[in-house]
């Protein structure tokens, strides 16, 4: 079977390039802006788990290393880190949205 995916990748400073572009061309893999590409995966039974392996087995991931895949499952689109998890966004705090106060605490503190 084959799946269409979208990958973002953050790898750091000193990560594994070189792993992981080897493996995005070994699988005709198209840019897509910065740190993200598209391909067409070729899976068997359980896409997940055989797209984890196949990166693990081609990239050096460290600690801090992050793969994001976005796919369509169904009518939905579905995203999901691979490796590493979400962290704090650069854009927090720069909206125009008034900070959340929690009444309870304020009313009693």
């Known amino acids: 079977m084959k799946k269409t995916v979208w990958i973002s990748y953050d790898l750091g400073v000193k990560g594994d390039y070189e ?7 070994d699988h005709d893999a198209k840019e897509c802006g910065n740190s993200i590409a598209v391909l067409e995966y070729d899976y068997t039974d359980s896409f997940v788990e055989e797209l984890q392996e196949d990166l693990s087995r081609n990239v050096n991931f460290a600690k801090h290393d992050r793969i994001y895949v976005i796919l369509r499952e169904g009518e939905k689109m579905r995203g999901r880190f691979l490796f590493g998890k979400r962290k704090a966004a650069p854009w927090s705090g ?14 009693h503190g």
């Open 19 to 25: 792993g992981l572009f080897s493996w995005l061309d």
């Open 94 to 107: 720069y909206g125009h949205q008034e900070p959340q106060i929690n009444e309870e605490v304020q009313l």
